[in-house]
């Protein structure tokens, strides 16, 4: 269960971070026989923001590109499935340019990307996968024309550069990268988006009974950052503020929320703002939080 609430926040926060720079779909569907890709990139022809910022990720998606994260360490059969994927992703790319009678440029066919926590030397070798002197340590390019590369992320150097590719690792290495995120100015485009994917995926861990060590691990890191945002807001008397976490976090967890309870929550006092947030986490489904709202309603008319 917990896998599938990881790849759920792997999807979403590539999705996040790379909207701003070009089209991503997630996931995207290939072949009859139906294979799901993650995450499908297509950059912007002309650029307006800042790719830099994201770091290795950012020089990842200066070109078309597949990416496939994975919570726990990939296997074997699982890289030779992606590498699937982009074979069938080339050559719907070939035969539309066959019915037009045009030839394909290099760039307009993805860099599929393997991101996973760990990878053995037996995955790395049999794969014939090598490091290149202008990347990083921990990025393993396969041959040429197979145009993949298996992301060690818990290989990956402890730089701001490579940051944002760390929130996708597990245990330690993940808790270091909220904690550098956390340490980010307010401002950075990116830390507000990232927190509350964060704080999502802390909600739907916690309601998990049967979670890992590292999932309760990044449980408990969370619980304090939530707070804090919320004790921040509050002390600022950005009540709106705490009402777009509160909205944020919700959608997050339930998709749209119906137009009526979106005005409820609005109407809140900052009392009962700070009382919903102790509440959201316990609430598993969207009707939990209307009947939450309609005992508020009830004991204000009293």
């Known amino acids: 269960m917990t896998r599938f609430i990881h790849d759920q926040f792997s999807k979403d926060y590539l999705e996040e971070l790379l909207k701003p720079f070009g089209k991503v779909q997630a996931p995207s569907r290939v072949a009859a026989e139906v294979r799901e890709i993650d995450v499908l990139f297509s950059p912007f022809t002309t650029q307006t923001a800042n790719i830099e910022t994201l770091g290795l990720l950012g020089k990842m998606a200066t070109t078309s590109a597949i990416f496939e994260p994975f919570h726990n360490p990939a296997t074997k059969e699982e890289i030779t499935d992606c590498l699937l994927k982009l074979l069938e992703v080339k050559n719907a790319i070939q035969r539309e340019a066959n019915r037009n009678k045009t030839s394909i440029p290099a760039t307009e066919i993805p860099q599929l990307w393997v991101l996973t926590p760990?990878?053995?030397?037996?995955?790395?070798?049999?794969?014939?996968?090598?490091?290149?002197?202008?990347?990083?340590?921990?990025?393993?390019?396969?041959?040429?024309?197979?145009?993949?590369?298996?992301?060690?992320?818990?290989?990956?150097?402890?730089?701001?550069?490579?940051?944002?590719?760390?929130?996708?690792?597990?245990?330690?290495?993940?808790?270091?990268?909220?904690?550098?995120?956390?340490?980010?100015?307010?401002?950075?485009?990116?830390?507000?988006?990232?927190?509350?994917?964060?704080?999502?995926?802390?909600?739907?861990?916690?309601?998990?009974?049967?979670?890992?060590?590292?999932?309760?691990?990044?449980?408990?890191?969370?619980?304090?950052l939530y707070q804090e945002d919320r004790a921040r807001a509050l002390q600022e008397g950005e009540q709106k503020g705490e009402q777009k976490v509160i909205l944020r976090l919700l959608n997050r967890r339930f998709g749209d929320i119906d137009l009526s309870l979106i005005e409820q929550i609005k109407g809140l006092s900052t009392e009962k703002l700070e009382a919903l947030a102790e509440q959201l986490l316990d609430f598993n489904e969207v009707t939990d939080l209307a009947t939450w709202l309609q005992q508020q309603q009830e004991s204000q008319n009293q």
């Open 118 to 224: 760990t990878a053995s030397e037996a995955i790395i070798s049999g794969f014939g996968a090598t490091l290149k002197s202008d990347w990083v340590e921990g990025v393993y390019f396969l041959p040429e024309y197979l145009r993949t590369a298996i992301v060690v992320i818990h290989q990956l150097p402890s730089t701001q550069e490579t940051l944002w590719l760390r929130i996708l690792g597990r245990g330690r290495v993940q808790q270091q990268a909220v904690d550098e995120l956390t340490a980010l100015p307010a401002n950075h485009p990116f830390v507000e988006v990232t927190l509350e994917l964060l704080y999502s995926l802390q909600q739907n861990l916690r309601i998990n009974q049967n979670i890992e060590i590292d999932d309760r691990e990044l449980v408990m890191r969370l619980a304090p």
